[in-house]
């Protein structure tokens, strides 16, 4: 039996990771996956000063900002910024003039593609997981280590996470790199995963065409001894089935309309994932990336679940999962 829990999109919230580690030994787990988008998209830069004091701001907004007068103090900031999902660099203020020029960013906001700005991204991001992935082995208050000894950790890059991260997961013996792979969960059950989504509005870093999704998916399942015990963890979640509907959107990127003083929504999710679960119907697809459509949908004789996100809220969201010989034994989910 596998006995596993299923967590994604948190999006640089180390208050969730924590959380997410911490699961091993609450819910007596063997196996952790992180199903994508575990990046952050906000670095908050800390500004020295000509007095020697530091100016950050979380939020961005100047008059929000907390001036730092010591180390301690600065390190409560930084603590505080990756609790909330945000990155922090420490700098002078002439080269957070040179992270907010032309050459780092677009006039619409945007960041250049191997610019200052850019390469910042890739490094605090792999620094960053690389940190996390070190929180395995802390030690507790009783004792203990964090996520006991044997616990296998998945993690499966999703679209928002930058290619940086990559080579610090495979790297790092503690944790099993799941993209574009077969993994054994046990002797009876192979999981494959595929992090690429179809196109968003956001023009992410792992998008493509539903055609290249299709081909991918098929070449993962033809690595699939056994059909009838197999896990697909894709992060796009499979089209018109509740768990990707996500408000609609114009060009400019702003809502539809409304109905019921909520944005319209609609089904967002990929067809070539749906197409893949319709055909080969493993025992269960664990998806995300649709923050907004939590909960879980059966297809054929799939279960497809998706926890969804509140990750600005420092919830944990996920479904612990057993599985027995190609049967879903419990699927319930969880909120911490």
């Keep these: 039996m ?76 930084e603590f505080r910024a990756r609790m909330a999902g945000c990155y922090t660099h420490r700098l002078t203020p002439e080269e957070d003039m040179v992270l907010s020029s032309e050459d780092s960013v677009t006039e619409d906001r945007k960041m250049v593609k191997g610019g200052p700005l850019d390469k910042l991204f890739d490094k605090v991001e792999a620094e960053g997981l690389q940190k996390w992935i070190e929180m395995i082995d802390d030690e507790m208050d009783d004792g203990t280590r964090r996520v006991p000894e044997g616990t296998r950790i998945i993690i499966c890059p999703g679209n928002d996470d930058k290619f940086a991260i990559d080579d610090i997961i495979i790297k790092d013996p503690r944790v099993i790199y799941g993209e574009g792979l077969k993994v054994d969960l046990d002797d009876h059950h192979e999981m494959i995963s595929y992090g690429w989504t179809n196109p ?99 297809i054929g004789r799939t279960y497809c679940i998706n926890p969804g996100s509140e990750y600005t809220e420092a919830i944990l969201k996920g479904f612990l999962v057993e599985l027995k010989k190609g049967k879903l034994k419990k699927m319930q989910r969880v909120e911490a």
């Excluded at 959380?19 to 670095?43: E, H, P, Q």
């Excluded at 065409?209 to 991918?216: G, R």
């Excluded at 059909?227 to 963890?233: E, I, K, L, W």
């Design 200 to 298: 968003t509005p956001w023009n992410t870093y792992r998008e493509t065409t539903e055609d290249v999704i299709e081909e991918k998916i098929d070449e993962l399942a033809a690595l699939i001894n056994n059909m009838q015990n197999a896990v697909f963890c894709f992060h796009a979640p499979p089209y018109e089935s509740k768990i990707d509907e996500a408000p609609l959107l114009k060009p400019d990127l702003s809502y539809v309309g409304y109905s019921g003083g909520e944005p319209i929504r609609g089904p967002a999710g990929s067809k070539a994932v749906r197409k893949a679960i319709e055909k080969y119907q493993p025992v269960i697809g664990l998806h995300g990336h649709i923050h907004e459509s939590p909960g879980s949908m059966k």
């Design 2 to 77: 596998v006995r596993l829990f299923f967590c994604t999109d948190i999006h640089g919230a180390e208050s969730v990771w924590r959380k997410f580690l911490n699961t091993a030994k609450y819910l007596n787990v063997d196996t952790l996956i992180m199903g994508g988008d575990i990046t952050g998209k906000r670095i908050v830069p800390i500004v020295k000063q000509r007095d020697g004091t530091w100016k950050g701001s979380l939020y961005g907004i100047d008059k929000d900002a907390v001036i730092m007068q010591t180390e301690e103090d600065v390190q409560d900031f």
